[in-house]
């Protein structure tokens, strides 16, 4: 593999919330392996903040305890290590109070044309008062960036208050709304894949695609984070973002370059063309339900109720929604979405099958011809499959087979796979927006989603059973079979 190492410009990270479950796991990590490629300058600074006491030297140690947790001992080298401990120090801040802020201050007006990044990685409750105080604090220089994590409001109207709120702080183009999904490599393949061959898109609309099915299946539970989860569930959890992403870049046009605002604009006019699911076609359109007790990863496990510890809860686990993008390219190709936690196998995909051939020349017993397929692989074994039709090789006739054109990433990524984390938290120093949601994208999402839930709440149902460790509901299957289609199950297609 030929890797392109392009450092970066000196920065500031801020990152409040640095001692958090998302710092340790993800950012810290992601950053020194960006360390570890030779990516980020030694003068680069990460300063962690959060309301724990802590001196510089205890906030290192904390680090190097959570790099040796979530760092591959292979890419543990003492060296770097060293050099990106180095780059860390620690502010005790309060969102809230006025302590700590002046020395944060004078720690960032050291170099006050520097890029600056102030990473929100806290509660949704603390985003406006961050806002405020950086404002107030004129800690907004216009090299300055501040990056989001969702959920972004639970539906169109708090998530319009969020941004309000940011934006009374920072401009549009300074504002990073994450979508880690975006960062993944399958997903920023799907683009290469679509825009930089002439192969798919004379293809890539109704008259040749039968329907896509977009899957991201989990066999983790809630576990810890049932406080959010049981406020948010599946629909705002993850359709709302993750899904609904995939959907736009498998179905927007070609923009005309691979600018951000470009990229965006393509994008908001797919979520403006979804056709609306409510409370006259929910029953048909979409179906929820949650785990009950069963087997998963290798063991018993309990149902969501039990998890949680609120056994009456109606929170979706699970969600399936046949959606439809109105507008000419789409028009009557069913865009089957569905994820769901605690289900058969951890894989996440988008899965293109084009129509059935119009007639076949070969007789009965050549073997069943099936609809070309385009599979692209999220996780595991990231990759990309196209499934063709082939005559078998040797004697025996005419033997028709079904075989895949195998474009995995994991040979080319032998040595290891890139979080999804680490190309966005560099796009931000970088300034680079592209993979990154928009205000109106995050809204118009909300605008279609809000509907769905509205229906559900209003009829008061409880999400369908299903026994963890199972594909979900029967309903989910239903859903796709009434249109004579089944869903894409198998691991190895
Ligand atoms: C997060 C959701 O955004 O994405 C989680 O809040 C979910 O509930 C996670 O588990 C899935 O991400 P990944 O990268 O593991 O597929």
């Known amino acids: 593999m030929t890797y392109r190492v392009i450092p970066v410009e000196p920065f500031d990270y801020v990152v409040f919330g640095g001692t958090g479950d998302l710092a340790r796991r993800k950012l810290l990590p992601a950053l020194y392996h960006r360390m570890l490629d030779g990516q980020l300058p030694p003068e680069g600074r990460i300063i962690a903040a959060s309301r724990r006491q802590m001196s510089d030297a205890e906030y290192r140690a904390m680090t190097e305890t959570a790099l040796k947790e979530f760092v591959p001992q292979d890419a543990r080298e003492e060296e770097a290590l060293q050099a990106f401990l180095k780059m860390l120090s620690y502010r005790s801040l309060d969102a809230q109070k006025e302590e700590g802020w002046d020395a944060l201050c004078a720690e960032l007006d050291e170099d006050p044309d520097r890029v600056r990044a102030y990473y929100l990685a806290v509660a949704p409750t603390l985003v406006d008062e961050l806002c405020r105080r950086l404002a107030h604090h004129c800690l907004v220089t216009p090299k300055s960036r501040v990056v989001l994590e969702k959920p972004i409001g639970r539906d169109l109207a708090s998530a319009r208050k969020v941004n309000d709120a940011v934006a009374m702080a920072f401009e549009e183009s ?22 930089a061959n002439t192969l798919f898109e004379p293809l890539w609309n109704s008259a040749h695609i039968d329907h896509v099915q977009i899957t991201v299946a989990e066999t983790l539970g809630v576990g810890s984070r049932g406080s959010y989860y049981d406020t948010s569930g599946a629909l705002r959890d993850m359709v709302q973002n993750h899904i609904v992403q995939l959907l736009c870049l498998v179905a927007m046009e070609p923009p005309d370059s691979f600018d951000a605002n470009s990229v965006r604009d393509e994008k908001l006019k797919v979520i403006r063309a979804l056709k609306p699911i409510d409370e006259s ?121 079904y075989v895949p054109l195998d474009m995995s990433f994991a040979e080319s990524f032998a040595e290891r796979y890139p979080d ?34 509205e229906a559900w709440d209003g009829d008061g149902a409880a999400p369908a059973p299903y026994t963890a460790g199972t594909w979900g509901p029967s309903a989910a299957i239903a859903l796709i079979e009434r249109d004579g289609r089944t869903w894409h199950e198998d691991a190895l297609s």
């Open 174 to 195: 300074q504002i990073f709304r994450i979508d880690h999904y975006l960062g993944k490599e399958t997903v920023q393949n799907l683009m290469a894949l679509r825009f």
């Open 281 to 401: 076609n929910y029953d048909k359109l979409t179906v929820r339900g949650q785990y009950r007790a069963g087997a998963a990863d290798g063991g018993a496990v309990p149902g969501y109720g039990e998890e949680i510890g609120a056994a009456k809860s109606r929170t979706e686990t699970f969600v399936a929604l046949k959606a439809e993008v109105a507008n000419w390219r789409w028009a009557g190709v069913p865009f089957y979405l569905r994820t769901g936690k605690r289900l058969a196998e951890r894989v996440s995909e988008i899965v293109i099958t084009f129509r059935a051939i119009p007639h076949s020349i070969f007789p009965k017993d050549s073997g069943i011809i099936s609809q070309n397929r385009l599979v692209l692989r999220l996780q595991p074994d990231e990759g990309v499959r196209q499934w063709i039709m082939i005559k078998d090789p040797g004697p025996g006739g005419m033997r028709l087979n």
């Open 420 to 453: 999804a984390y680490e190309r966005l938290l560099l796009d931000v120093i970088r300034g680079n927006q592209t993979l990154f949601m928009r205000r109106d994208e995050v809204e118009a999402a909300w605008a279609w989603i809000d509907p769905i839930r």
